[in-house]
């Protein structure tokens, strides 16, 4: 991916000690392609971003994109899968955007996704869901789904706290859990530690009330298992509840309050905090997903939820998603590398695409993000699309992934 010049003429972008952002009109972006379709979809990805700035703002404003390198690409480069080069980028640039990741399943190297999270702290996952006409789904009323999700992307058993089975930290703790805290686990057992602080647990329940108020959203609800890990995801829940009466009393409202003093009518202006038991949420997310707007919730739980609504609306194809902190934010595909697709110009770049959607959104480039998402389904609606959609659509135009991102870029008005 050429990025020629685009370090002599960007500027940075600087965070305010409001949290807001100062976005100059030729920011510096970074861009990690990513592995496998990386490289195809990011491409493709780049072609709409900077066809939308262009049409949104005539040519008075341009992306600058730093390329970085991580995963396969960076370690055959520089030896390292994820340089510490690509980190200070990250830091210095504030936004980035990055494609799909291969990390080993069961040894190897640990997860980059979760890596870059930790060490720069990106602490929301954050993942709108919602549908887009045309797109096939295997449920009656994909439109009802609109939902955000926040994660909490540090703690949990996420954290990466665990030790094989018969090593000799986990055979210590076995024996030390027995012997002081007479808890019985059955030897030769692996071990993991859930940690869950109420630093993180309220910093993530924060941004999402903020969210909620600021696009207009009428409820916030906490997703947790806590009926039976009561002092993890129970604590994740008490937290939430004290943080929205604590910082957001004239702004939200509990579910219990609602009904106990209101006699059941959400006061107007008031945003509803309430919670539910994570299997419960999964079956009302597929029986009344209109009646939930903003989800904030654990690590585990998030994950797995976020790809259930998503499955709803068309797969993880068509999910955006990001990775923020408090002072980075970075904007990836939700999906994995497909490595046997690699370098065919064939697998649907949307999730790049609406996640780019969704960076415009946060560096203030509304129009950018709007034009994005109406051109992307518009092409879809006309039944232009790549394999995966096509073959589940009567009579649909099947195009490579580059010719889909053209697509995009001539429907925008």
């Known amino acids: 991916m050429s990025t020629e010049g685009s370090t002599q003429k960007g500027q940075l972008i600087t965070l305010n000690d409001d949290g807001t952002l100062t976005v100059p009109d030729n920011p510096m972006v970074v861009v990690i392609e990513g592995d496998g379709i990386g490289p195809d979809i990011s491409r493709a990805a780049v072609k709409v971003f900077d066809s939308a700035v262009a049409k949104a703002y005539g040519g008075q404003r341009k992306v600058q994109w730093q390329e970085a390198l991580a995963g396969e690409k960076a370690f055959a480069e520089t030896g390292q899968w994820l340089p510490e080069e690509t980190l200070q980028n990250l830091r210095q640039c504030i936004v980035g955007i990055k494609g799909p990741l291969t990390t080993p399943v069961?040894?190897?190297?640990?997860?980059?996704?979760?890596?870059?999270?930790?060490?720069?702290?990106?602490?929301?996952?954050?993942?709108?869901?919602?549908?887009?006409?045309?797109?096939?789904?295997?449920?009656?009323?994909?439109?009802?789904?609109?939902?955000?999700?926040?994660?909490?992307?540090?703690?949990?058993?996420?954290?990466?706290?665990?030790?094989?089975?018969?090593?000799?930290?986990?055979?210590?703790?076995?024996?030390?859990?027995?012997?002081?805290?007479?808890?019985?686990?059955?030897?030769?057992?692996?071990?993991?530690?859930?940690?869950?602080?109420?630093?993180?647990?309220?910093?993530?329940?924060?941004?999402?009330?903020?969210?909620?108020?600021?696009?207009g959203y009428q409820n916030v609800t906490l997703v947790h298992k806590g009926n039976i890990m009561k002092y993890t995801e129970g604590a994740f829940r008490q937290w939430g509840y004290e943080l929205a009466a604590e910082e957001f009393a004239e702004q939200t409202i509990s579910e219990a309050d609602v009904y106990e003093k209101h006699g059941g009518k959400q006061p107007q202006g008031r945003v509803v905090i309430k919670d539910r038991i994570a299997d419960m949420m999964f079956q009302q997310a597929l029986l009344r997903p209109d009646e939930y707007d903003v989800l904030a919730m654990p690590n585990l739980n998030g994950d797995y939820l976020s790809d259930a609504l998503a499955a709803q609306v068309?797969?993880?194809?068509?999910?955006?998603?990001?990775?923020?902190?408090?002072?980075?934010?970075?904007?990836?595909?939700?999906?994995?590398?497909?490595?046997?697709?690699?370098?065919?110009?064939?697998?649907?770049?949307?999730?790049?695409?609406?996640?780019?959607?969704?960076?415009?959104?946060?560096m203030g480039w509304q129009e950018v993000g709007d034009l994005i998402r109406t051109a992307l389904e518009a092409t879809v609606s006309a039944g232009t699309v790549t394999y995966d959609l096509a073959r589940q659509m009567d009579g649909a135009e099947e195009v490579k992934c580059s010719e889909f991102a053209q697509a995009i870029v001539e429907r925008m008005a």
Request: charged share 20%; aromatic share 8%.
């Open 106 to 215: 069961g040894g190897g190297i640990r997860s980059l996704n979760v890596t870059l999270r930790q060490v720069l702290d990106l602490y929301a996952c954050v993942r709108p869901v919602r549908y887009y006409k045309g797109v096939p789904a295997p449920v009656r009323f994909p439109e009802k789904v609109d939902m955000v999700v926040f994660r909490e992307n540090t703690e949990d058993v996420y954290a990466g706290i665990e030790w094989p089975a018969n090593s000799p930290e986990a055979n210590q703790l076995v024996s030390y859990i027995g012997e002081h805290l007479n808890r019985e686990i059955r030897p030769g057992s692996a071990i993991g530690i859930k940690p869950m602080s109420r630093f993180a647990s309220q910093r993530l329940v924060r941004r999402a009330i903020r969210y909620a108020l600021d696009q």
């Open 314 to 362: 068309g797969g993880l194809g068509m999910a955006p998603g990001a990775n923020i902190g408090d002072e980075v934010a970075v904007f990836e595909a939700t999906h994995g590398t497909a490595p046997k697709y690699a370098g065919q110009d064939k697998v649907n770049p949307s999730s790049l695409i609406l996640s780019g959607a969704m960076m415009f959104d946060y």
